[in-house]
């Protein structure tokens, strides 16, 4: 039996994107993306209330990164959340990050999150506040990487959301396979 709940907006997992702008001075600033996620190809979906800092931000430069939230920086990740840029102009010291300038788009990329999407900026709807970004680059710090080179989850230790009881959870372990596992069934009548 099945229990509904009405419309909600409950996706698992639902990762912590950091999103990172400078501001009309060159100043740093970043927020916790509540929701996102891969639009297309290239392009990653944001939503950003057109009343943050990081909405004017990003209109004014048209270019933001979008980090992953890692476990060893949830409490970090959680403040850029809970304060505005609009309020607390040193909100990214008092979180503990860093910034350097991303080399593809003009943009900060913060040190302590290894992963990062830098994205030039498509599309933003003031009205809802849905942000496109093409994603131009992805960087990866190299203490993340595997010994083949890439991204290797476990090092990484991504955080993520979950939308229902309020609380932030770690990815899990390999479970399968993908583009291989489901085979066992192709050709089954």
């Known amino acids: 039996m099945r229990k509904n709940f009405g419309a909600q907006t409950w996706l698992y997992p639902m990762p912590v994107l ?17 929701w996102g996620g891969i639009a297309d190809t290239n392009k990653i979906g944001v939503c950003i209330d057109p009343s943050h800092k990081t909405a004017a931000n990003l209109k004014a430069r048209k270019s933001f990164t979008v980090s ?7 409490a970090a ?3 850029v959340g809970l304060v505005s840029g ?7 010291e008092k979180a503990g990050f860093h910034t350097v300038k991303s080399a593809f788009v003009d943009a900060p990329v913060i040190e302590e999150l290894p992963l990062t999407l830098e994205c030039a900026l ?20 190299e203490r993340i990487l595997g010994e083949d080179g890439r991204i290797d989850t476990s090092k990484l230790d991504p955080l993520c959301f979950d939308p229902v009881r309020h ?7 390999v479970v399968g396979t993908a583009f291989k596992d489901g085979l066992k069934f192709k050709g089954k009548k």
Do not use: H, R, W
Not at 18 to 34: C, F, H, L, R, S
Not at 68 to 74: D, F, L, M, R, Y
Not at 86 to 92: F, G
Not at 167 to 173: I, P, S, T
């Open 122 to 141: 498509v599309s933003f709807d003031d009205a809802a506040g849905c942000t496109v970004g093409e994603i131009v680059n992805v960087s990866a710090d």
């Open 77 to 79: 990740c959680d403040y």
């Open 18 to 34: 950091i999103v990172a702008t400078y501001d009309e001075n060159g100043k740093p600033d970043a927020m916790n993306a509540a």
């Open 68 to 74: 992953v939230g890692v476990a060893g920086q949830t």
């Open 167 to 173: 609380v932030y959870l770690k990815l899990g372990a």
């Open 86 to 92: 609009n309020d607390e102009p040193a909100k990214l």
